[in-house]
């Protein structure tokens, strides 16, 4: 934006008005269809478990239950929000946004590490062998990657210490990662789901049991939630605009790395 | 570019070299890293299917066998690399370039084909039922909107009737649309693998038969070769820069719609 030196407050007050322009007309319809897609899917995987294989229980042998539905919750649900954060919040200040995407992916880790001991657990009490399936391995690398990427995204993002131009060429790669891991967290479920299904129903879900169509519909709501997240992630028009105190920041440091005058960018 | 009418020329030879300009230096190692990635991918299909299930043959119970193999050449490895056509060729026409996109997808499309009848004829000889299971409603789904993607697609940029404002407008939800099924028949390839592994090692798979192993890392295979693919496709920095026939068509739009004359945009 052009902004003779003569007018500057004049120029701050149109930036201030600019970076609080409501949300583009269709975004809030996409945000509540996923809100009621990630509901709608975290409610499946629960009746899922209630109506078929006996609820939820630590201590007993409904412990490997609790592994799905905190799954679900943590490493799909709350994950996927954790992302949509930047689309929905698009007016509060950048720290607050980046603090409680940061927040939302500590209680899906949270989450998502009690389904972790309780499947391990739950091995190790019936004697069980772990880590040798596909499900598995895809689950553990994805962990390990989420926790990574938090940290690395913490100490760039959160932690004082990044500079503006380091913080800048990470970014591109933090979202591409934090999506992809993403999409893998989703595409582990489903193995997992497939798994659950398989081991228990054998031959008998190619008869169309209730069971097998429930969690087939589970799987298609899995995947329809990822998309419509994807979806909102992805639509150019949709990003987040940058705030005043963002623009002033990046002229600052084009000043500084081209000489600029900031009025003249 | 602002480009002073008595100079036109000088433009326009300035405006041919930027669009020969060399790919983006490593973009090429990260093509050739899919690549190997996507062979990979094929040939370890391959040898699961040559060392574990007999082979590959129509007339006979290895009919099944054509199905796995048709749907990872189809609708993984080809489908990817029709998606890395315009990272690859950035330089070609690209009417050319879109005739590589839609031939790429017609053979991938043709290859899914046989693995389909493949699938549907093996059940229909042993008397199996179609269609129960999640990985086939997923399969069907992705089938279908592949062929409803080709077919919109063609008939927006390859059929010459649509207009250049309908065109720009339809082109961001084509690529969206275009990488979700290519990731959704990576889910459904995961959903398939563990399916067949399942179906006949049962809880033989908890003891880390061979089988599982490399099934298990044909998995991981396919889920990096979908990473490398997505990475490449979305690098803001290596997408093909607009050439100068679409630059001047982009022109003559905004003429129309805007009233302002080329030169002074």
């Given amino acids: 934006m052009k902004c003779p030196m003569s007018s500057e407050s004049a120029c701050l007050s149109m930036e201030s008005r600019a970076s609080a322009a409501p949300a583009p007309r269709a975004l809030p319809y996409y945000v509540a269809f996923s809100q009621l897609l990630g509901l709608t899917v975290v409610a499946t995987t629960g009746a899922w478990l209630g109506l078929y294989r006996g609820g939820i229980a630590w201590e007993s042998a409904l412990q490997f239950n609790v592994h799905p539905l ?3 919750i943590g490493l799909v649900f709350l994950q996927g929000d954790a992302l949509l954060v930047y689309r929905v919040f698009r007016n509060e200040a950048k720290r607050t946004t980046k603090v409680l995407h ?36 895809c689950g553990i690398l994805v962990f390990v990657l989420y926790f990574v990427q938090w940290l690395v995204g913490f100490s760039f993002f959160l932690f004082p210490g ?15 990662f934090g999506a992809t891991i993403f999409l893998l967290s989703l595409g582990t479920a489903l193995l997992g789901l497939k798994e659950a299904l398989l081991f228990k129903l054998g031959t008998k879900y ?14 298609l709501l899995l995947a329809s939630f990822g998309v419509a997240v994807l979806y909102i992630l992805t639509r150019g028009d949709w990003k987040r605009p940058p705030q005043a105190e963002e623009q002033a920041l990046s002229m600052d440091f084009k000043t500084l790395t081209e000489g600029d005058s900031p009025s003249s960018q």
Wanted: charged fraction near 15%.
């Fill in 70 to 72: 905190c799954m679900v």
């Fill in 102 to 137: 940061g927040l939302l992916h500590v209680f899906a880790f949270i989450i998502a590490l009690v389904g972790l001991v309780a499947v391990f657990d739950y091995h190790r009490k019936n004697g069980y062998a772990d880590l040798y399936s596909l499900h598995s391995w």
């Fill in 162 to 176: 990044a500079s503006f131009s380091l913080r800048s060429r990470y970014r591109p790669q933090h979202i591409f």
């Fill in 206 to 219: 190619s008869t169309f049991e209730p069971e097998g169509v429930l969690a087939n519909v589970l799987g």
